[in-house]
């Protein structure tokens, strides 16, 4: 026995980050669904993910994600509320102002994802990348 899990890669460890905040969400019980889309989990896992790799600090995040809410308040909640779409939000504005993000290079991603044709599959759920399971994790 060497000691090192043999799972022990930065892949699965970013996983298990992923997989014990995911668990430990409200609402993310075995019944109960703490994401409504595919997208939602993603946009978590990103701001997980960028946090762990030091591109923000949590509290940025945090304020970015209160000043988000903060304008849709006080615009009367004219779009619909989407909880993720503030935190999509609040990562876009942190990761634009630290330099890691940038609009003309984020426009011309969304283009090209936008101009892909529909067969292409990218309008589908891909779980892939986060597998979370509550019931295996908890018991870890």
Do not use: K
Request: aromatic fraction near 8%; include cysteine.
């Amino acid at each position: 026995m060497s000691g090192v899990r043999e799972d022990a890669t930065e892949l699965g460890d970013a996983r298990r980050r992923v997989e014990d905040l995911v668990c430990n969400l409200p609402g993310a019980g075995p019944d109960e669904r703490s994401f409504e889309q595919p997208w939602e989990l993603r946009a978590f896992a990103m701001a997980v993910a960028a946090y762990h790799e030091g591109n923000y600090a949590w509290s940025e995040f945090q304020l970015s994600l209160v000043e988000s809410i903060r304008r849709w308040e006080a615009e009367n909640g004219t779009e619909p509320w989407s909880y993720y779409e503030h935190w999509l939000t609040a990562l876009e504005t942190v990761l634009a102002a630290n330099g890691t993000l940038s609009g003309p290079v984020l426009d011309e991603r969304a283009h090209a994802v936008l101009s892909t044709p529909r067969n292409a599959n990218h309008h589908h759920a891909h779980r892939e990348p986060v597998a979370v399971d509550p019931a295996v994790s908890s018991s870890r």
